[in-house]
């Protein structure tokens, strides 16, 4: 107890700082009794486990060379970063993370229907093997035309999509690479993913192409995103997202005065749809809604032709998100058929309703292999696993009963989704040794010989 009580301490005392998160909790890797202590019960299977991979010679020279190869990960996360992938275009850095996938050794690399880049890397068995993915996702939330540059200052590397999630990618290519090196026999087969429309409007677009009935087999999946190295993303926050348009025949606000107004439907949905919404978001799993955007119009003396807003929905459960979402679709009709009344001259109105965003909701079973293999490993490099909800590439096989956790992809950064975003190489490597041990543990090493 002694020990604990010490190591606890040195945690306690720790400098923190907003920039640098959990990440800082590095005991040496010597400190081999500590993290026995740390590890509870229901993981202890999977901390044995993992110590005992992390032992293996082949596992200790793949370490290495991810080490040793550290500034070339970081000259490729530069030249990665300055290829432009805006939301719906990625095609450019997609070609080229495919050339990178084939060159450092996949078996085989394509690009599918919708952009995803796809790289083999085969394991040990016949056809029937079980097969792991590990995920970075291609697109960045820039518009076309953004510098993507990278500057420097000091040791701050600087440029939209460094971390988000170009780091990702790169941690994912040096995951391969140092299984190639080392010459690591997986039982399963590897995927290593480049995937588009993560971000946004993209509506996690290539993982639902991936997951599509039909698809390639995955049976467990890792993806790599931001940069916290004892974040585990184990459960998905689910979305839904409208735009809502009222349309009418405008006219003048004194000629035409009597003809349907769409800005007063619009006003009356959003009082109909908050009053109704805030009573069912008061009680049970947390939900919330938003009107982001309003628009429309054309003067301050015209009956608008139009007038429209974009919602948002999200729930931790999707039977919620679901109930919130014919809740929002209810409100919006009744705001249509009561605007309608009181026309008095003209056409009446219409209603648009456009699903522009629909991200699934659910969890893994806390039991689940991969979600105690990311927690144990992430305690054998001394930290403390965070487990989280968030809307990634994981929210996908989440929803269906697929494994899958979202990890950080190493380093520090700050500014996410801003022109700011900012990326330091502080012990980045560190995060692909353990995407590699996940992995590794996860598609199975058959014994040494
Ligand atoms: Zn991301």
Same mark, same amino acid.
């Given at each position: ?66 080490? @040793? ?34 060159? #450092? ?36 939330? +820039? ?14 590397? +600087?440029?939209?999509?460094? @971390? ?23 039982? @399963? ?83 109909? +749809?908050?009053?109704?919404?805030? #009573? ?49 679709? @209810? ?44 927690? #144990? ?73």
């Amino acid at each position: 107890m002694k020990a604990l009580s010490l190591l606890l301490l040195l945690i306690a005392v720790q400098p923190r700082s907003a920039d640098l998160g959990e990440s800082l909790v590095y005991p040496t890797p010597s400190s081999q009794t500590t993290l026995t202590i740390q590890c509870p019960p229901e993981e202890a299977a999977y901390c044995s486990e993992i110590e005992h991979l992390a032992e293996r010679p082949e596992i200790r020279r793949a370490f290495e060379y991810i080490e @040793a190869t550290d500034d070339d990960a970081l000259r490729d996360l530069i030249m990665l970063t300055e290829i432009p992938a805006p939301p719906f275009k990625e095609e450019v850095r997609a070609k080229k993370y495919a050339e990178m996938l084939l060159e #450092a050794g996949a078996d085989s690399v394509y690009i599918d229907e919708v952009g995803n880049v796809i790289a083999l890397r085969r394991g040990r068995g016949g056809g029937e093997n079980r097969v792991v993915a590990i995920v970075g996702h291609l697109d960045t939330v +820039f518009p076309e035309g953004t510098d993507v540059t990278v500057t420097e200052r000091g040791d701050t590397l +600087f440029a939209p999509g460094i @971390a988000d999630d170009t780091r990702g990618l790169i941690a994912v290519l040096y995951t391969l690479k140092a299984m190639e090196h080392v010459g690591l026999r997986t039982d @399963a087969d590897l995927l290593f993913i480049g995937s588009v429309g993560e971000e946004g409007l993209g509506d996690l677009r290539g993982m639902k192409h991936l997951f599509r009935e039909g698809g390639p087999r995955i049976d467990a999946m890792i993806a790599v995103d931001g940069t916290n190295d004892n974040r585990v993303v184990a459960k998905a926050l689910g979305s839904r997202r409208y735009r809502v348009t009222f349309k009418g025949p405008g006219g003048h606000s004194w000629g035409a005065f009597g003809g349907g107004n769409p800005a007063h439907a619009l006003g009356r949905a959003i009082r109909i +749809f908050d009053e109704a919404a805030a #009573a069912f978001t008061e009680a049970g799993a947390r939900t919330s809604y938003n009107v982001g955007r309003i628009g429309g119009g054309t003067s301050v003396n015209s009956i608008p032709f139009e007038a429209w807003m974009e919602v948002d929905m999200r729930s931790e459960d999707q039977t919620r998100l679901l109930t919130i979402d014919s809740i929002f679709q @209810a409100a919006m009709h009744q705001a249509l058929v009561e605007q309608n009344g009181m026309v008095r001259r003209g056409e009446e109105l219409s209603l648009d309703l456009d699903l522009i965003g629909d991200r699934p909701s659910g969890e893994n079973d806390p039991n689940t292999p991969l979600l105690l293999r990311a927690q #144990a490993t992430i305690r054998h490099f001394g930290g403390r696993p965070n487990i989280q909800r968030s809307s990634t590439d994981s929210n996908i096989p989440i929803s269906l009963g697929i494994p899958a956790v979202t990890l950080g992809g190493g380093g520090v950064s700050g500014g996410a989704h801003s022109p700011g975003e900012w990326w330091i190489n502080r012990d980045a490597y560190r995060a692909v040794q353990k995407l590699l041990l996940v992995l590794s543990a996860e598609a199975g090493l058959s014994p040494t010989p």
